[in-house]
């Protein structure tokens, strides 16, 4: 005889049955699975809970009322918020300066220099310099440049009547000499007041009032039969010297003369007895100052007109600057003026 089994047997269902008794089953499964997945998203959400895991249970409540197979759950990340910087600015270093910058250049003349940094005859728009004080500065020198000595040799020539290459005319004075054309540079030397020492120790002051031409050679001054005789016999022919640019004491003033031929259509200038070396001549016109250009002569030419008649600038070696007015064209006639460039 068998033994009876320990399992209970259930009245077998009908095929209904088995159908409605399944559904409540799936029904509590999948609302079971949809409240965990909900509670995990909840859960691990950084706000902690509020009421969007409301609205996700409402969804899944309401997917599953529905009808719907599915409920698909979309996790939205929240907005970071912003996090204020701690981070400090950068500080800028300060650039530094740098060492060792070059001075500009001055504009001080060498002995040995070539012209003056004034380039030829222009309209009135370049600025003049300033007139200044008496110093040993002559920013305008050429060639010739105070405070240097030169060193050369001294011959001599009968200076008949003292006129000679700077057009000065006949003279008196017979301390004179004339310049080698180096040194001559197209007539700036003209006017101006040289002393001479020779070998022996004996000086002399000449005014330069002509141009020696080859074979006189740079540094050479052929002086007047009279000026050389002080420093040593005619019959020593050359001797060797050494001489320096002067601005001498005078009591003179500067005269100025047209040139033979001059109208107000065409005027050549000459100043006449200045102190110093002259580096340029200018004439006012309706637009400013026009400087004129120099010619071997010692003439300062006006080709068209311009500024004949009119007021004159000078300007020396050093900068200053003398204006004369009031002197009409009058050629070949000496005018005098009440100017004088300083003493240096």
């Not at 009421?51 to 996700?56: N, Q």
């Not at 006449?272 to 309706?286: D, F, K, M, Q, S």
């Not at 009058?330 to 005018?335: E, G, I, S, T």
Request: proline share 6%; charged share 15%; hydrophobic share 35%.
């Amino acid at each position: 005889m068998a033994s009876p089994s320990h399992r209970r047997s259930r009245p077998e269902r009908s095929r209904a049955e088995r159908r409605t008794g399944r559904v409540p089953v799936v029904t509590l499964v999948a609302v079971a699975a949809v409240a965990l997945v909900v509670s995990l998203v909840v859960a691990f959400r950084p706000d902690g809970g509020s009421d969007g895991g409301a609205r996700a249970v409402e969804a899944a409540a309401g997917a599953q009322a529905s009808g719907s197979p599915k409920a698909t759950l979309t996790a939205v990340s929240p907005t970071p918020k912003p996090t204020p910087s701690t981070a400090s600015p950068s500080a800028t270093a300060g650039t530094k300066a740098t060492a060792g910058a070059t001075p500009s250049g001055t504009s001080g003349a060498s002995g040995t220099s070539g012209k003056s940094g004034a380039s030829g005859s222009s309209s009135g728009s370049s600025a003049a310099p300033a007139a200044r004080t008496a110093s040993g500065a002559a920013p305008l020198a050429g060639r010739i440049a105070p405070g240097t000595a030169y060193r050369g040799v001294a011959t001599s020539y009968d200076i008949g009547d003292g006129n000679g290459a700077c057009s000065y005319g006949p003279t008196s004075d017979v301390m004179t000499a004339a310049m080698n054309t180096a040194d001559y540079e197209t007539s700036k030397a003209c006017g101006a007041y040289v002393l001479v020492r020779a070998g022996s120790g004996a000086s002399i002051t000449v005014r330069i009032t002509n141009e020696c031409p080859a074979p006189c050679e740079a540094g050479q001054l052929d002086l007047s039969r009279q000026a050389f005789a002080k420093l040593a016999d005619l019959s020593a022919g050359r001797i060797p010297i050494t001489w320096s640019l002067l601005s001498p004491a005078t009591s003179d003033t500067i005269s100025i003369r047209y040139k033979t031929g001059s109208t107000q259509y065409w005027c050549g200038i000459q100043a006449i007895g200045h102190r110093n070396p002259l580096a340029r001549l200018e004439v006012r016109t309706g637009a400013g100052w026009t400087r004129l250009a120099r010619t071997d002569y010692n003439y300062f030419l006006s080709e068209q007109g311009t500024g004949c008649g009119a007021a004159i600038r000078l300007t020396d070696i050093y900068g200053e600057q003398l204006t004369v007015e009031g002197l009409a064209v009058r050629a070949n006639v000496v005018q005098s003026t009440r100017v004088q460039f300083a003493r240096h």
